[in-house]
């Protein structure tokens, strides 16, 4: 507790302190120490940067650095007059002063002008500009990482704590960087104070020197001059140090690593660039006048280090065809029990192309097998449906660059994922090269472009996916549209003794007293048919008990069972508090009740070719007029209707959803129920806006 104490109060008190220092004669000793521990945090300020895997890590850099520098001018103002008083300031000024440059006056000017030129027209400069472009950059890429961050959350890649997570960094990021651009002020205005303060301590002190002491201009350069250089070249080198401490936080890229790890990794990673390099340093021993041992023995060393690194490269190879040759030797099973496994039909499979297997190869980056898994556990979520596992296979046969998604090893859907490269979607994206595409769910417009163009892209407002991204949204959206499908007897069954640990009498009524285990899987996959989520089976089965002792008509419990499920119906439909609803005329609606027939399938609906095209066309319009003011209407009518009305809209009107005036009924008052339109059997009539 009291370390923590400690912490929350260091800093404040120190800022006290450098304020007191502006004011208040420090004795020699006490600046002494107070120089050492200035450089000293300027060394682990610059190791610290160093060592950051990603500038987010070193986020309060931007505030050590305005503190560091308003400690420095701080240290400078008590040196000057320590300098001006007495003439002494200290041992590790007069140090500097005197045994680094020599006790020459010309030389530590010059060296101080040179540590001025790297750190404000070399470092300084650049690490302001670095900044400035990071920070526009970053917030202009802001709403296309949001996007991005949408994509993942609806996709089911990520939940809802990463996204949270990842809109965090987000801002922090931007906020970041912003800081950074502000905090190379402070390095640039640094420097430009150093030369001013130095020049007037060169001045101040001759002139006390000669004016008030009475020395001749020899002794008052050697006593005071050579000292106010020596404070300006103590001042300088931890000045030095935060700048490049600047500049390598504001250049450092997010990788796994260390920048020294990475530098090192990076550099030698190629032998060919190290052998051309020892060869030419060898060279240049040819030349008349040159010392040959310092290039034989830097040329000799990368020669050498190169031939470490093509060893290490046969090694790896050699070892790659052993491995493969091991598998193929390695017995195939021929049991009945083995075959019998490999012809079971799988209920949903994945196949890439051989051009695209790098999607799935952890080795290379590939995280689409974690994709698939974390879509199950959305669709588990929402539709409460557990999805089989994804048989994902390479296949020779596909053209390249392809994939296919199979519903019991039947192909449903196929799409592309061309290798390095991304999905970029939006409306300008002309000037990025790349190929012209379709998004395969929305049907956006869009391009694959190179990987390394994405930030490009994210800045031209485009959203940009990934190529693992792009595969599971096509699988979720698959998966969703077939749910239906893929809930298989076993998995009811499953479903069931889930609900039985807790509510044992709901099960025990139900099955197999009334229903049978077959009779539930069907109402369970009619309401999937309609996309309407299975999750909550309590109410649905207690629904189901209770109708199933009147009738085990199916549109009949599929009915009870969505009116259980009440506001759940409708909720996706609402749309700020509203929810857009197209109806029958009454006159009309009654006309189909009285013209309902039985069928194979359920009840359907006998109308007349004119009058069913009037229904149809009617209803279309209706539908596109509402799209077009950004409304998503559904159906409306009265529930002995609505598994008919369906039947009769889905063929021409799928995405039409079709609820019934007691699923309506069940809203609370903050949902309002606004009309788009009346249908007829021979109209549609659009309501008055």
Known sequence: MALKRLTQLGVPVGIVFIVVMLVIPLPAMVLDLLIAFNITMALLVLLTAMFVTRPLDFASFPAILLVMTLFRLALNVSATRLVLLDGFAGKVIDTFGHFVVGGSLIVGLIIFTILLIIQFVVITNGAGRVAEVGARFTLDAMPGKQMAIDADLNSGLIDEDEARRRRKEVHAEADFYGAMDGASKFVKGDAIAAIIITLVNLVGGFAVGMVQKGMSPGDAVTTYSLLSVGDGLVSQIPALLLSVATGLVVTRSASDGDMGSDIIRQVTAQRLPMRIAGFGAISLCLIPGLPKIPFLLAGGSLLMLSARIEAREQADAAAAPAESVGAALAPSGDRPDQLAEEIQVDPLGLELSADIVDLVDLSSGGDLLERVKA?????????????????????????????????????????????????????????????????????????????????????????????????????????????????????????????????????????????????????????????????????????????????????????????????????????????????????????????????????????????????????????????NRNLRPVLVCAPQLRAAVRRLVRPAIERLHVLSYTELSGLTGTVQVRSAGVVSGDRAMEPSR
């Open 375 to 627: 879509l199950r556990r959305k669709v588990a979520g929402e539709l409460g449906v557990v999805l089989p596992l994804v048989r994902t296979r390479d296949n020779i046969d596909l053209p390249s660059r392809t994939y296919a998604i199979k519903l019991f090893d039947i192909e449903v859907a196929r799409g592309e994922a061309p290798p390095g490269t991304v999905l970029a979607i939006g409306d300008y994206l002309g000037s990025l090269p790349g190929e012209p595409t379709v998004e395969p769910v929305f049907g956006l417009q869009a391009k694959w472009i190179p990987a390394e163009l994405r930030h490009q892209a994210e800045l031209s407002g485009a959203t940009v996916v990934d190529r693992s991204a792009v595969i599971t949204t096509h699988l979720a959206e698959v998966v969703t549209r077939h749910a239906s499908r893929l809930l298989g007897r076993e998995d009811v069954r499953l479903l069931t003794d889930v609900v039985k640990r807790t509510h044992p009498n709901v099960v025990e009524e139900l099955t197999p007293a009334q229903l049978s285990l077959g009779e539930v899987q069907r109402v369970l996959q009619q309401l999937l048919e309609e996309e309407i989520s299975i999750r909550n089976l309590v109410r649905i089965y207690e629904a189901l008990s209770l109708r199933a002792a009147a009738t085990k008509d199916l549109d009949a419990l599929v009915e009870a069972a969505r009116v259980a499920l009440g506001p759940a119906v409708v909720a996706p439909h609402v749309v700020d508090g509203v929810v857009h609803v197209i109806s029958f005329e009454p006159s009309f609606e009654q006309r189909m009740l009285e013209s309902m027939r039985p069928g194979e399938q359920g009840s359907v609906i006998v109308l007349d070719p004119v009058s069913l095209q009037a229904v149809i066309g009617g209803l279309a319009q209706l539908l596109v007029d509402a799209e």
